[in-house]
């Protein structure tokens, strides 16, 4: 299992652009996430899915879309690029199922708007 | 959630132990203590998680105190590969591990 991939994993933008974050997961997770890290702090949510078809806001939506049409794939948008928007973004998938859920996360994507 | 406090940093000599130590005194009954860590700049990875009993796998032990407000992740010996940002994390065990709540967690430094 490649587990949770991410892509780019470097992206420099300028300000007004729009691009998407790519994650896919081949674990046939049922919950998938993404959180930001700005330096020096915690991950922050941004947003999550519980499911195919079904997805809510973190504690940081704005300027960000996400869609999950497949268990697979939960991309990122960003809708308009700002520099408060650069940071460090981490795509995470869980089981959705059992005790614990165990998340496992991607490797990150770095960017940075100009 | 119940919120977390766990020291900026800490230090600890390779192949001694390391306690790290994280407050949770507004815990609450359904509550799970989870602990990830994230080296360097990777993303993060989980450790270990308990509910009030004391917890032991490949990388590391868990000790809840009875009252379970207060809780010690332990490296048993800590190498270099150690040095990392530990993370305690307070959630309920069913569902809901699509929304953890990082705060800025412990930087530990491993020294030869």
């Known amino acids: 299992n490649a587990g949770v991939t991410q892509t780019p994993k470097f992206q420099v933008l300028k300000t007004g652009q729009s691009m998407t974050l790519q994650c896919a997961q081949d674990?046939?997770?049922?919950?998938m996430s993404w959180y930001r890290q700005d330096p020096g702090m915690g991950l922050r949510l941004i947003h999550y899915?519980?499911?195919?078809?079904?997805?809510d806001q973190g504690e940081v939506p704005n300027g960000y879309n996400v869609s999950r049409s497949t268990t697979e794939d939960f991309p990122l948008r960003l809708l308009s690029a700002a520099p408060s928007q650069t940071s460090v973004y981490f795509c995470?998938?869980?089981?959705?199922?059992?005790?614990?859920?165990?998340?496992?996360f991607g490797p990150g994507t770095r960017l940075t708007v100009l | 959630d119940a919120k977390t406090t766990q020291p900026p940093s800490m230090d600890c000599a390779e192949g001694r132990a390391a306690n790290l130590p994280c407050n949770h005194s507004t815990i609450s009954g359904n509550e799970y203590v989870y602990w990830y860590r994230q080296i360097h700049s990777q993303g993060p990875q989980y450790i270990i998680h308990?509910?009030?009993n004391n917890e032991t796998n490949e990388m590391a032990s868990l000790i809840i105190t009875e009252d379970r407000k207060s809780s010690t992740l332990i490296l048993p010996h800590a190498t270099l590969r150690d040095t990392a940002v530990y993370y305690c994390i307070v959630r309920v065990g069913q569902g809901g591990s699509e929304k953890l709540v990082f705060g800025k967690g412990t930087k530990l430094t491993v020294n030869p």
């Open positions: 674990m046939n997770h049922e919950y």
């Open positions: 995470a998938s869980s089981p959705g199922q059992g005790e614990v859920n165990e998340q496992f």
């Open positions: 308990g509910l009030k």
């Open positions: 899915s519980v499911g195919a078809g079904i997805t």
